[in-house]
């Protein structure tokens, strides 16, 4: 079905207008009323049943928060998003801070941090569906808070009590006080993107960053590209091999204050969508970062990385199928009121498509969830609801900021600790299952985003006024979602690895081999 299915050819000089029903006439608004809420199930038909019915509390409250997203997106995104969209078109730089802004009141910024450090302690589930109703009204707005989600992640699954008290309870502390504190994940580098979230290319990866240890801590040196957030985040966690000859086996984890000297912020890339969402290269000149900020241990930084996508890729499955959703319901809209859509709802073939656009969202949806309660109840989110986790929450904070405390929290013995937690949790055929389920949610959702913003532009046609620019942004952000998180071919493999294969893959978990003690760039043991 192609533009010329378009009803654009009565439509060049009438205003648009509201239609009334016709008597003896089945109102559109009542037909269509019906099928846009097709788009948002209710969760009780989403989550499996023994969720649903088990835990009505925790269903209560995700319904809260999909109603709180909701009225944000809808009151404050939304009708601003092709403003945005226009404006960073014309400036890379520009950032709507108005947004971010809007989203504090929401607790958006907080949802994803742990409960100790004063955030709401979202994990998977939760995050989805945050992100799904966010996308549904800007996905390159939705992508901010995404990223910033990102750039936490890390510091939930290998992270200590001074990423705690510190960037995190920053983060909850100044979204209270109305002050945006965002954060950002950088992995990617000028000749290696797709080659650092898989094992088997890492191993092979040309990376030209690196982390030299000195006494007291790490200097970073090197670029990271295409970094989502990376311009406005304050903080950023990144990851650098400390010998790039071995990147696979010597990546490892950094917290990076962006107030450092040597951090500078090089570009802003001009994107084809989702512009809201600045995407920078950042260079590292001596970047010095203290021992008390690396994540987790020295070489397991892969490890962290695994995970991170783990947790992340199904959310932005979930962006994926928000973008599908909002092109279906600004759609919806459009043939129950414009003049111009007369008629088009008579035909079998448009039927046929908004049905078949209800399926693909409603499947999209469901692999997302699929991923976040694996995740939880057998992947890293079982690490997060550990009994030793959650009791190092109730120490007093004043506890935790005492000097002893920091340095033990620091030390090489607190590390082996975490890394064992974790290893104790979930196992590596587990975690590798739980990443290929995020993986198909991804690369399925970026599938459906794409066919069903495309399908919604040929049913509308180049007649359909206003609509027509909302549905064309959202093709240009769908784009963006087979790209990153990595792309659907490597997502795909990596489904293949993990459930058609049933292999396990290595370096999903960190290792339990005892690390050599680190020495400085002379070879002295600290």
Not at 129 to 146: D, K, Q, R, T, W
Not at 202 to 218: T, V
Not at 508 to 516: D, G, I, K, T
Request: aromatic share 4%; net charge positive.
């Amino acid at each position: 079905m192609g533009p010329s299915t378009s009803p654009c050819r009565c439509s060049s000089g009438r205003a648009r207008r509201q239609r009334r029903a016709r008597p003896g006439r089945r109102s559109r608004g009542g037909v269509m009323g019906a099928a846009a809420r097709a788009g948002r199930a209710p969760l009780s038909e989403v989550l499996p049943r023994f969720l649903a019915s088990d835990d009505d509390r925790r269903l209560t409250a995700l319904e809260r928060l999909r109603g709180r997203m909701r009225e944000l997106g809808d009151r404050h995104i939304r009708p601003r998003a092709l403003e945005i969209d226009r404006r960073a078109e014309t400036d890379a730089g520009y950032f709507d801070w108005e947004a971010v802004q809007a989203g504090l009141r929401y607790g958006v910024l907080g949802l994803t941090v742990p409960r100790s450090s004063g955030g709401e302690g979202a994990l998977a589930l939760e995050a989805s569906l945050a992100i799904e109703e966010l996308s549904a009204a800007c996905p390159g707005v939705a992508s901010v808070f995404g990223a910033h989600a990102l750039g936490i992640a890390p510091l939930l699954v290998l992270g200590g009590p001074a990423h705690w008290e510190g960037a995190l309870r920053a983060t909850a502390d100044a979204e209270r006080e109305g002050r945006p504190l965002l954060m950002a994940l950088a992995i990617t580098e000028p000749d290696a993107g797709t080659d650092v979230q898989d094992p088997e290319l890492m191993r092979r990866a040309r990376l030209s960053s690196s982390a030299r240890r000195i006494r007291g801590g790490y200097r970073l040196s090197g670029t990271k590209r295409f970094i989502s957030n990376g311009s406005v985040a304050r903080w950023i966690s990144a990851f650098m091999p400390t010998d790039p000859r071995q990147p696979a086996e010597t990546a490892t984890g950094f917290l990076v204050d962006t107030e450092s000297d040597g951090f500078a912020v090089a570009r802003v890339e001009h994107k084809l969508g989702q512009r809201a969402c600045p995407a920078a290269e950042l260079h590292f000149d001596d970047v010095f970062v203290p021992e008390e900020l690396v994540i987790g241990r020295e070489g397991d930084g892969l490890a962290a990385t695994m995970m991170t996508l783990a947790l992340s890729r199904g959310p932005v499955g979930a962006i994926a199928t928000g973008i599908a959703r909002g092109a279906y319901e600004r759609l919806s809209a459009w043939l129950t009121t414009a003049v111009e859509a007369e008629g088009l709802l008579e035909r079998q073939e448009v039927r046929l498509a908004l049905a078949a656009i209800v399926e693909e969202i409603r499947l999209a949806r469901q692999a997302y969830v699929d991923a976040a309660i694996e995740l939880e109840l057998a992947g890293v989110g079982r690490a997060l609801a550990h009994p030793a986790l959650q009791a190092a929450g109730l120490v007093p904070r004043t506890i935790r900021r005492r000097p002893r405390a920091r340095r033990w929290a620091s030390s090489a013995r607190a590390r082996e600790l975490t890394a064992s937690l974790v290893r104790s949790s979930t196992s590596a055929r587990e975690a590798t299952r739980s990443l290929a389920l995020a993986s198909l949610a991804k690369a399925r959702g970026a599938d459906v985003a794409m066919r069903v913003t495309g399908l919604a532009l040929e049913i509308a046609g180049l007649g359909a006024g206003p609509v027509r620019a909302e549905l064309e942004k959202l093709w240009r952000d769908a784009k963006l979602t087979h790209i990153y998180e990595g792309t659907n071919q490597l997502n795909r493999l990596q489904v293949y690895r993990g459930l058609c294969l049933g292999e396990t893959m290595p370096a999903v978990l960190p290792s339990a081999r005892r690390r050599r003690p680190p020495r400085f760039a002379n070879g002295a043991i600290p």
